[in-house]
C-alpha cells in the first residue's frame, strides 16, 4: 500500500470519529517504512506518538469526570486536527522528496495555519447560532411514551455509531424526546461496565446512546430485557491494554516491543516478578493473536489488571 492510499484509508477513520484507531495506524506505517535517516518521518513518526498520548491522557479525564463535554470535544477536535496534518505530510512524502517541515508541538499546527484557523472558528460559530436558534425555538419533540423499555434525551445527548467509548456521532438527538430501545449493550472499558441503547431515530437512522447525565430519563422495563456483552473480560487473571501498551519479546524493560490494540483483554498465561535496581516490576505473559507471545508490564500503560493477578513474589529462594 502506498502512501497515498494509507493516507485515504486514515482520512477515512478520522471522519469516523476513531482518532485512536487512525493515530495506532500511523504508527504501524511509519514503524514499517522509517528509516532512522529520514528525519522528516521521524517527525511526523514522533508528533504521532504525541497525539497518542494526549488520546491517553484524555480517555483518563473523561473516565476520572474531571473534565467536561465540551472541553473534551474542544481537546478531541486538537487532537484530529494534528493528525490530519500529520496524514498530509505523509500523502506527500515520496522517495527523494522533501517533506514540507511540520512543527514540532502538534497544538501549534492550527495556530500556524490561518487559513485553517478561520474556517475552524466560522464552522464553530455557525454551530453556535444554529445551537441558538434550535434552543430558542419551542419544543416540539415527540412525547409520546412507548411501551417497554425506552430512553428520554437531555440536552444534546449524542447518538454513537457504535457501543464503544471513542465511537463517532452521528449526531444529536433532540431534547426530551423519548425513544424505544431495541437493545442494550454493555461494554467493559478498564474494568467499568459502561451501557449503551441501542435506538432508532428518523433523522439520524439507527445509532447508540451512551448511560449517564445526558440520559434524562431509563424505564424500569430496560433493567429485565436480555443484555448483549460486548468485550466481556476473561475469567481469572488477565489485562487490559491502554493506548501505548506493548507486547516485549522478553520480561525486561529494555526488551524490544510491538504496540498491542487498545481497550483489550488478554488472559495471562504467566506472571513473573523482575527486580530492575531498587523496584520489582510485575510482567505478565498473554497472546496475541497476530502478534503471537510476549510479555507486558504494569509499569507502563495498562487500563486494568485483575485483582485476581498474584500480588506477591512467591517463588521459592534458591538454597545454597
Known amino acids: 500500500m502506498n502512501h497515498q492510499q494509507t493516507a485515504k484509508q486514515i482520512r477515512n477513520l478520522i471522519a469516523k470519529g476513531q482518532l485512536e484507531k487512525a493515530a495506532n495506524a500511523l504508527v504501524s506505517y511509519f514503524d514499517k517504512e522509517m528509516k532512522e535517516e529520514d528525519k522528516a518521518k521521524v517527525q511526523l513518526y514522533n508528533q504521532v506518538i504525541n497525539q497518542l498520548s494526549q488520546l491517553s491522557d484524555l480517555k483518563k479525564e473523561e473516565l476520572s469526570g474531571v473534565i467536561s463535554q465540551v472541553d473534551a470535544g474542544l481537546k478531541r477536535n486538537k487532537i484530529r486536527m494534528a493528525l490530519l496534518e500529520i496524514t498530509d505530510g505523509l500523502e506527500e512524502w515520496e522517495e527523494g522528496k522533501t517533506v514540507k517541515p511540520i512543527s514540532a508541538s502538534p497544538p501549534s499546527v492550527l495556530d500556524n495555519d490561518k487559513k485553517r484557523w478561520k474556517v475552524v472558528a466560522g464552522f464553530m460559530g455557525l ?111 488477565y489485562i487490559t491494554t491502554a493506548t501505548l501498551t506493548s507486547l516485549r519479546s522478553q520480561a525486561n524493560l529494555f526488551a524490544t516491543g510491538s504496540r498491542l490494540p487498545s481497550n483489550k483483554h488478554y488472559q495471562v498465561i504467566e506472571t513473573k516478578f523482575v527486580q530492575e535496581l531498587d523496584t520489582k516490576y510485575r510482567f505478565f505473559k498473554i497472546q496475541d493473536p497476530q502478534l503471537g507471545i510476549g510479555w507486558v508490564t504494569e509499569k507502563d500503560h495498562l487500563d486494568f489488571i485483575s485483582p485476581k493477578c498474584p500480588t506477591k513474589d512467591t517463588t521459592p529462594l534458591p538454597q545454597d
Not at 419551542?138 to 445527548?157: L, W
Not at 448511560?211 to 460486548?230: F, M, N, Q, W, Y
Request: aromatic share 10%; hydrophobic share 35%.
Open 127 to 237: 454551530i453556535l447560532i444554529g445551537f441558538l436558534i434550535w434552543w430558542m425555538i419551542p419544543n416540539g419533540a415527540d412525547t409520546t411514551i412507548p411501551k417497554g423499555c425506552y430512553v428520554k434525551t437531555s440536552i444534546s445527548t449524542p447518538l454513537l455509531m457504535e457501543p464503544e467509548w471513542d465511537a463517532g456521532r452521528l449526531g444529536s438527538l433532540q431534547k426530551n424526546k423519548y425513544y424505544e430501545v431495541h437493545e442494550v449493550v454493555v461494554e467493559d472499558f478498564a474494568g467499568r461496565n459502561n451501557k449503551y441503547y441501542k435506538v432508532r431515530d428518523n433523522k439520524l437512522g439507527v445509532g447508540f446512546v451512551k448511560h449517564g447525565p445526558l440520559v434524562d430519563e431509563v424505564s424500569d422495563a430496560c433493567g429485565r430485557i436480555k443484555v448483549t456483552e460486548k468485550n466481556p473480560p476473561p475469567s481469572g487473571c
